[in-house]
C-alpha cells in the first residue's frame, strides 16, 4: 500500500517537472519570438505588414462606397492602378499618406459627380405644368438657379477628378526618372586613372584637373539625363 502510494506521488512528480519543463519552453519561445521582432528586419516586415493591411482595409472602404452610392468604380481603379505604379518604383514617394488621401479625395468627388448628374437628369425630364401664377415663377426662377449651382459643381468635380488623374500620372513618371538615376561616373574616373599612368602622356594632369574633368563629366550626363 505505501508503496503504491509512493510510486503514484513520484508519477505525479514526474509528470509536474514533465508540465513546468514544457511551460518554461512555451515562455521561452515567446521571449525569442519577442527579442526577433526587436531586430531591425523583422520588425521592418511587421509594420511593412501592418501598413498593407491598413492600405487595403482603406482600398475596400472606397470601393464599397462607390457601390452603396451606385457609382461606377472604373475611375477608382485607374486611380489606384496609378498608385501602384509609384509603389512598384520604390520610391519614397509610394509611403506619403498624401497619395491615399488623394484617392479618398477622388472617391467624394466621384459621389458628387454622380449625385449632381442625377439631379439634373430629373430635372430636364420634369415636365412643366401649364399655369403662369407669381408663386410658380419664383419657384422656376428657384429651381433654374439650383440647377444652374449643380451643373458649375460638376463641372468642378469633373475638372478636379482629372486633375488628381493628371497628378498621379506626373507622380509615377518623376517616381520612374528617380528610379533610373545612376549615382558617380566610374567610367569618367577610370579614364582618369588612365591618363596618370600613361607612360607617354606628356603633360600629366593635377589632381584639381583630373576633380575638375570628373565634375565635369557628371554635370554632362545630368544633363543628357533630363
Known amino acids: 500500500m505505501v508503496w503504491a502510494t509512493g510510486a503514484a506521488l513520484g508519477a505525479a512528480a514526474v509528470v509536474s517537472a ?31 505588414s501592418a501598413r498593407g493591411a491598413v492600405r487595403t482595409a482603406r482600398r475596400d472602404g472606397r470601393e ?9 468604380k472604373q475611375g477608382l481603379a485607374a486611380a489606384t492602378l496609378l498608385l501602384d505604379q509609384i509603389s512598384a518604383t520604390g520610391s519614397p514617394l509610394a509611403t506619403h499618406p498624401e497619395l491615399e488621401e488623394m484617392l479618398d479625395r477622388y472617391v467624394e468627388l ?3 459627380a454622380k449625385r449632381c448628374e442625377r439631379l439634373l ?17 419664383r419657384i422656376s426662377d428657384r429651381a433654374a438657379a439650383v440647377q444652374r449651382a449643380c451643373d458649375a459643381r460638376l463641372a468642378s468635380a469633373r475638372d478636379e477628378l482629372a486633375s488628381i488623374l493628371e497628378l498621379l500620372q506626373l507622380l509615377v513618371q518623376r517616381s ?29 594632369p593635377s589632381a584639381v584637373e583630373l576633380q575638375r574633368e570628373r565634375e565635369a563629366t557628371r554635370d554632362r550626363a545630368k544633363v543628357l539625363r533630363r
Open 18 to 48: 514533465g508540465a513546468l519543463v514544457t511551460f518554461v519552453a512555451f515562455l521561452g519561445a515567446i521571449g525569442l519570438g519577442c527579442a526577433a521582432a526587436g531586430t531591425r528586419p523583422i520588425r521592418g516586415w511587421l509594420e511593412s
Open 64 to 72: 464599397a462606397r462607390l457601390e452603396e452610392a451606385g457609382v461606377p
Open 110 to 112: 466621384e459621389i458628387t
Open 121 to 137: 437628369a430629373d430635372a430636364r425630364r420634369a415636365r412643366a405644368v401649364p399655369g403662369g401664377s407669381e408663386t410658380r415663377a
Open 176 to 204: 520612374t526618372l528617380d528610379a533610373t538615376e545612376v549615382q558617380g561616373d566610374p567610367v569618367g574616373e577610370r579614364m582618369s586613372l588612365v591618363l596618370v599612368d600613361d607612360p607617354d602622356s606628356t603633360s600629366r
